[in-house]
C-alpha cells in the first residue's frame, strides 16, 4: 500500500446524512473485478442521471472540484453493506481523505486497508469547517496526518485523533497480514490452547 | 491485556478469542468460524496474488448467494456474468479445500440463513463473513461481525482479524410483543428510537422478557438488523430455545462433546453486575407493525401513523434529510401509511426467509390473491423443502404469486432480481436505500406478515385485519 502523505487540495462537500455504502457505489457495479478501476463508479447515481449524463449541479462534475482529493460528509458516512469497493470507488477517483462526524463502523475499517484517512470531527467542528469551505471552496484544505491536524481555507484549523496502530498502517504503507503473520507462533499457540478447552469447535 | 475477569457476555467471548493485543489497544481476535459466498473472490485474488494459502480452511464455509439466480429456468442457467461469480467460488473453494454448498446442493442459501440451519453458528464462537449482516448469528450468543475485502483476505491467510474492542449497548425488551407483532417490527422500531448511527461503535446485547420469549427466528431477525442501526454486532445470550434449535444440527456438536459444550454455553450470559455503556429499554407491549416511508431504516412509522412532516424536525439538517427521503419517495407529509399503493412485494432476504417468516406470510395469503406482482425467495434449500412439505408453495401459488429458488434475491438486487425505476416495493428485507433495489426503486420494509397483506390488497394494510 502507498505511504499516505500530507493532502493539501480543494474539498468537496457532499453533506447528505447517512450517506450509504450503496450509494457510493450501487450494487449493480459490484461484479466488476477490481482491476477494473471502481472511480468511474462512485457516487454513480448522485453524479449521473437517469439518462447517463453528468449532473452539473454535483460537487464531483465541477470542474473546480474534479480533482479533489478531500471529501467533507455528514454524519454516519458510509453506513450500510460492506461493500469494501466503497473506499476503492473513492480512492480511484482521487480521494484520500473522508471528514465527517461519525462513520459506518466497518467502512472505517476498510479505509485503513487502502490508504484513505478517515476523520471523525466533532458536529460543531464539522459544521465549523463547512462554513469556512462554503465561504472560500477554491482555497485548498489542508490535513496533516503525521500532525494529526487540518487547516483550512480561512485559517480555522482542527486537531483529530487516530488509533495509533491504525495510523502507522497508513503513514508507513503497511500490509495488515505482513504485521500479523510476525505473530505467527503466538497464533498457533493459541489454536493448540484452544483446541484443548474446546474440543467440539 | 486487560485480565480482570470478565463479566459481560461479549467481554466473555472476545477474552476467550484475543490471541494477542497491539499498541493502542488493537486485539487480534481468534476466528472460529468463516463464511464465504458468491462476493468474497476479491479476497480470494488478493490472497493469490501475495502468494499466501488459506491457514484454516476447515473454519471455512462457503455457498453462492447474492449472485444466483431465484427464477428457476435461469438458476441452471444463469446470464453469464453471474456464471462466472458462482463458478469462481466452486473454483475458489476446491482448489483451497474448503466446504461449499453448490447451486445444487440443497443445503445452499443465504449465508445468514444456512450457518445457523447447519449449526455451524454456535454460543461462544466468533464468526465472520464478508457481508454487513453477519450480525445475524448474535442471535446464537456468537460473537459475529461483517468484515471487508482486504479483512477476508486476511482471515483466510491468518485466521483471526485485528479489533478495537467496541463500546456495550444493553437494550432491554421488557414486556411482550402483542400478537401479529414480530421481531422485524421490533427492529424497525429499535431503529426508528435510537437512530441508523445510534449503534455505531457499539456491540448491542439484547435482553429482557420480549427476547426470552422469541422463537430462534425472531432472534436472528432482530439481530440481523442490528448493523441498520450502526452496530456491528447484536449479541442474545444463548438458553433453551438456542440449544433446542441447535440440538442435532448437521455440524453441532454431538454426544460427550455436546454436554461439554452444552456446560460452556449456560456460562455465556452477562453477570448481574455486567455494566453496559449505554442502556435502552423498550416496552414491547406497546409495539404496533412497523413499515418504513423514507430511505434510511430509522424512517419508520407505525402501520397506524402517517407520513411525517419535515416541518416538525428537530434541526435543519434533519428536515433536509426529510424532504429528500419524501422526495424520493413520492410521499405527501400526513399521508396515512395504510393508504400508500403499491406496486410490487418481495419476500425474502437474510433477515426475513426463514420457515416461521413464510409460514406467518402464507398465514396472510391463504384464500386470497394478490394483487401485485409478488415473489416469495426462500432463504435455503432445507427452507424451501421444509415449506413445502406444509404445502406453503401451494399457497402462495395458488394465490398467484412466484415461488422462487434461495438467494439474496432483491434484497441487494444483485443477481438480476430488480424492480423498475419508480416502482414502489413492499419488501421484508434489510434496506430502503436510494437506489438498493433498483435505480430509482422505493422500497418499504416491513415484516413478512405485512408484505403479505401488501400483496392481496395491493396497499399498505395492518395485516391484523385480515386475519
Known amino acids: 500500500m502507498e505511504p499516505f502523505t500530507l493532502v493539501d487540495s480543494v474539498a468537496a462537500v457532499v453533506a447528505i446524512p447517512n450517506l450509504d455504502t450503496d450509494r457510493i457505489v450501487p450494487a449493480r457495479y459490484l461484479h466488476n473485478p477490481r482491476s477494473a478501476g471502481y472511480g468511474q463508479f462512485l457516487f454513480y447515481d448522485l453524479r449521473f442521471g437517469a439518462d447517463g449524463q453528468e449532473r452539473p449541479d454535483f460537487v464531483l462534475n465541477q470542474p473546480s472540484h474534479r480533482t479533489a482529493c478531500i471529501l467533507i460528509g455528514d454524519a454516519n458516512f458510509g453506513c450500510g453493506s460492506s461493500r469494501e469497493s466503497a473506499v476503492w470507488s473513492l480512492h480511484g477517483f482521487g480521494i484520500r481523505v473522508v471528514i465527517a462526524s461519525s462513520f459506518g463502523d466497518i467502512f472505517f ?51 483529530f485523533s487516530i488509533d495509533p496502530f491504525r495510523r502507522e498502517i497508513l503513514l508507513l504503507g503497511l500490509d495488515d497480514i505482513g504485521v500479523t503473520l510476525q505473530h505467527a507462533a503466538s497464533i498457533d499457540a493459541f489454536e493448540q490452547r484452544r483446541a484443548g478447552q474446546f474440543p467440539w469447535l | 491485556m486487560n485480565t480482570a475477569s470478565p463479566t459481560s457476555l461479549f467481554e466473555k467471548i472476545w477474552q476467550a478469542h484475543a490471541v494477542t493485543q497491539a499498541p493502542g489497544g488493537r486485539t487480534l481476535l481468534y476466528v472460529d468460524r468463516h463464511l464465504l459466498h458468491d462476493g468474497s473472490f476479491h479476497a480470494f485474488d488478493a490472497i493469490r496474488a501475495a502468494g499466501r494459502t488459506v491457514r484454516r480452511p476447515e473454519r471455512c464455509f462457503a455457498m453462492p448467494d447474492h449472485y444466483i439466480p431465484t427464477l428457476p429456468a435461469q438458476r441452471s442457467a444463469p446470464a453469464d456474468k453471474f456464471r462466472i461469480k458462482i463458478e469462481t467460488l466452486t473454483r475458489n473453494t476446491s482448489e483451497h479445500g474448503i466446504v461449499h454448498f453448490g447451486a445444487n446442493d440443497v443445503r445452499q442459501g443465504i449465508v445468514h440463513v444456512v450457518g445457523p440451519e447447519q449449526g455451524i453458528t454456535l454460543p461462544g464462537v466468533t464468526l465472520v463473513c464478508g457481508d454487513s449482516h453477519t450480525s445475524t448469528h448474535g442471535a446464537m450468543g456468537a460473537l459475529a461481525f461483517g468484515i471487508g475485502a482486504s479483512e477476508v483476505g486476511h482471515v483466510l491467510a491468518t485466521q483471526t482479524v485485528w479489533q478495537t474492542m467496541p463500546r456495550l449497548m444493553r437494550m432491554r425488551i421488557d414486556g411482550r410483543l402483542p400478537a401479529g407483532v414480530s421481531a422485524k ?25 420480549a427476547i426470552r420469549a422469541l422463537d430462534m427466528e425472531g432472534r436472528l431477525t432482530l439481530c440481523n438488523m442490528s448493523i441498520e442501526a450502526g452496530a456491528r454486532c447484536g449479541l442474545i445470550a444463548p438458553d433453551d430455545t438456542t440449544f433446542e434449535y441447535l440440538h442435532g444440527r448437521p455440524h453441532a456438536p454431538t454426544k460427550a462433546f455436546w454436554d461439554q459444550a452444552l456446560a460452556y454455553w449456560r456460562t455465556l450470559r452477562s453477570d448481574d453486575d455486567a455494566v453496559f455503556d449505554t442502556e435502552h429499554v423498550i416496552d414491547a407491549g406497546t409495539l404496533e407493525p412497523m413499515i418504513t416511508w423514507g430511505t434510511s431504516p430509522q424512517d419508520a412509522a407505525p402501520i397506524g401513523g402517517v407520513v411525517p412532516d419535515p416541518l416538525q424536525a428537530q434541526n435543519a439538517a434533519s428536515r ?28 425474502g432476504s437474510c433477515t426475513n426467509s426463514r420457515l416461521a417468516d413464510l409460514r406467518a406470510a402464507a398465514q396472510v395469503v391463504k384464500g386470497r390473491r394478490a394483487r401485485v406482482p409478488t415473489f416469495v425467495a ?38 438480476g432480481d430488480i424492480a423498475e425505476p419508480g416502482q414502489r416495493v413492499a419488501s421484508t428485507s434489510n434496506r430502503n436505500f436510494q437506489g438498493r433495489q433498483g435505480a430509482g426503486v422505493r422500497t418499504h420494509l416491513l415484516s413478512p406478515a405485512m408484505a403479505a397483506a401488501a400483496a392481496v390488497t395491493g396497499v399498505l394494510t395492518d395485516h391484523r385485519k385480515l386475519i
Open chain 1, 109 to 159: 475499517e476498510n479505509c485503513f486497508k487502502n490508504g484513505l484517512l478517515p476523520v471523525v470531527l466533532s458536529e460543531a467542528d464539522l459544521m465549523r469547517l463547512r462554513a469556512d469551505v462554503a465561504k472560500q471552496p477554491l482555497v485548498p484544505v489542508k490535513v496533516d496526518l503525521e500532525r494529526q491536524h487540518i487547516e483550512a481555507a480561512g485559517g480555522e484549523s482542527f486537531g
Open chain 2, 378 to 415: 426462500p432463504g435455503s434449500g432445507l427452507v424451501k423443502e421444509a415449506a413445502e412439505a406444509e404445502g406453503l408453495d401451494k399457497v402462495f401459488l395458488d394465490a398467484g404469486i412466484e415461488w422462487r429458488e434461495p438467494g439474496c434475491s432483491m434484497c441487494v438486487a444483485m443477481n
Open chain 2, 320 to 347: 433536509a434529510g426529510m424532504e429528500a427521503a419524501l422526495a424520493y419517495m413520492g410521499l405527501k407529509p400526513g399521508t396515512p401509511m395504510a393508504s400508500i399503493q403499491i406496486d410490487r412485494v418481495f419476500i
Open chain 2, 185 to 209: 417490527d421490533l427492529s424497525l422500531a429499535m431503529i426508528a428510537s435510537i437512530g441508523a448511527a445510534g449503534g455505531t461503535g457499539h456491540a448491542i446485547e439484547y435482553s429482557g422478557e
